[in-house]
């Protein structure tokens, strides 16, 4: 069975630091584009950044400078580390793998692989 599964979420206050973890069973994620969306009640999911498989990165206009992702292929893992978190960045974490034409789109339909959330709360 083909599955991601994403770790790391909890409670941090304002300032504080997180780092996701997402690892692939099933499959290698040598293959795809890779990338970190997040889901805050009441609001569409939103795409916070991404990896190709080149190692070209992008990152959503709230998070950059703040947050970096990176991928190591030998784990079939790829990491969120998010740091000066704000409260609103409180949401619900996805990883997502698939193969977008541009992953800075953050285009829903172009992500096969789908982890199962992990909550990040940031509140003091």
């Known amino acids: 069975q083909s599955q991601l599964v994403e770790s790391g979420g909890g409670l941090v206050q304002p300032g504080g630091s997180l780092r996701l973890s997402c690892v692939a069973s099933?499959?290698?994620?040598?293959?795809?584009?890779l990338a970190w969306f997040r889901q805050a009640p009441g609001k569409e999911r939103e795409g916070v950044s991404c990896?190709?498989?080149?190692?070209?990165?992008n990152y959503a206009h709230a998070v950059k400078g703040r947050f970096t992702i990176s991928r190591d292929n030998a784990k079939n893992t790829v990491y969120l580390q998010m740091n000066s978190l704000k409260p609103e960045d409180t949401a619900v974490y996805y990883c997502a793998a698939g193969t977008p034409v541009f992953c800075g789109d953050y285009d829903l339909t172009e992500y096969d692989y789908w982890g199962q959330g992990t909550q990040v709360t940031v509140s003091s």
């Open positions: 990896i190709s498989r080149g190692g070209y990165t």
């Open positions: 099933g499959f290698t994620l040598d293959y795809y584009g």
